[in-house]
């Protein structure tokens, strides 16, 4: 069982941080637009369009934030 | 992309030092988070001297977080009137559950809906391993209660895009017919009540081996991975994979089978860090073949977050798999192995009801319906095992004596022993409740007693 501190964290495969990062990118452009949607029924969609796409970057590693809204 | 036989490959196969990094950057991120938000936590931590900022080393979690367990979060959901331990606000909430009450009294849990989606991931792992692809079908034997643990398989079947089939509001022999015309590639309950289909279906002249099924799955007992009850599973239905679900009502199905079934489930480690605290020490376990009480921090319960959470379900963890699966998560074999809060000691011997029902499983002539009663009489535990016929049995009471010597010959006690005719015990859709204590409030030994 390991018991040391990690002061620098190892990561997954680099094929896989790639896709992380593009995914960051993309969900920051799927808040843009949420931001700027013309009605309720696209803000409800591109909000569930973010926690899939969440949920995608939780299979990648990705510890920034636990859940979408965080 | 190419077929892959791994649903996440990247942390499915991640090395050892990978996960744990992984693992310790949420559990930190988690603590402080779960501080800021959820008042429990707050009082639990504060009344530890713990900070967030305090807990940055495997030792700090392990050695200085304080542990939490289902009191603590019974005591804030009675002061509350609501849920314990909550950390989001009720426009977050959208779906309520309860557990099951196993230890007699019932949690309240709220799922926010990206949590629903994260605990659907969790099923995707080990059926896309056994070579389940969104042209399946799921049958449910499941009226959709406030038990979350088949609607959680539900959310999986949803995520992995197959297609369902709800037995949902009709009765037993309904649901075989229905079974046999759908011809479903996965049926999915608890063991027990699957195999009381099987018997349905013989009593109705109906036989489900014609349904074609592939594969059953479930949850919420032990006999998906007891060797006998999967054998009896597989020969009732004629099918040729059993998966198993190992869970907690609190973190959902944390445990999966793999294709290549090695005794056991795989820690689902995408959602959830687990490790083994010794029984009487409550010290992390270091062996491999050491028993440990199971203690878990959920990545999917961010509502009420669950951090370092006791279960009280003994188990052993192989923290390094190697049965040809390549997975590289942790793997319980024979998945729980007992309660560490349900204490069976038989004159100095612990008893694990699992270990019993894979004996009676030796018996020729015994069904897998069994009940463990116990009492204790002059200051002495003792344990009834009553046990249904099968219809291969000709003498029940020389039947009992047979199981009686077998069970005193391989546990090394002596247990009393009841046969009782066909189809007598009650037969459950959820959980089935094989463990009765009639021993009063003081006589039932804590946790950390075992020895």
Redesign the interface.
Known sequence: ??????PE?????P??MLQRDRLVQLRQRLREERTNAVSPAIERVLE?AD??L??AL????Y?DQ????? | MQEDRYW?R??QT?N???L???H???IC??VG?AYEHSPLHRRLYDAAGVQPGDI????DY?NRLPFTDKPDYLADQTASGTFGGLALPPE?WQQYFHTTGTTGHFLNEVF????M??AG?QYCYGLWDFGIRPRDSMYFCFDFGMWIGLWSFYWGARSLGLTIQSGGGVSAADRVRQIIELRPTIVTGTPTYLLHLAEVAKREGLDVRLAGVKMLAGGGEAGFSTPVTRSRLAEEWGVDHIYDAYGIGEALFIGQSCAEWAGGVHVIE?VCHS?AIGLASGE???GDDEVGEHVITS?TH?AQPFIKYRTHDIVRID?QPDHGCGWTWKHLPGVVLGRSDFMVTIRGVNIYPTAVENLIGDVPGLANHYELHITRVDGMDRMLVKVEADDRCRDRTETAERLRVHLRAQLGVNLEVEVVESELLPRYELKTRRLFDHRSEGERPTAFEMH
């Open positions: 069982m390991d018991m040391e501190t990690k964290s190892p990561g997954l495969e094929q896989a569930m926690m899939q969440f949920l939780s299979y990648l590693g510890t636990l859940f979408p809204e965080e | 996440n990247p942390s991640a050892r030092e990978v744990d990094a992984l310790l950057e949420r991120h988690l988070w940055r080393t495997w030792d392990y977050s926010t809906q990206y949590e989606l994260k991931s995408d490790y992390p376990v270091v990545y961010f923290p």
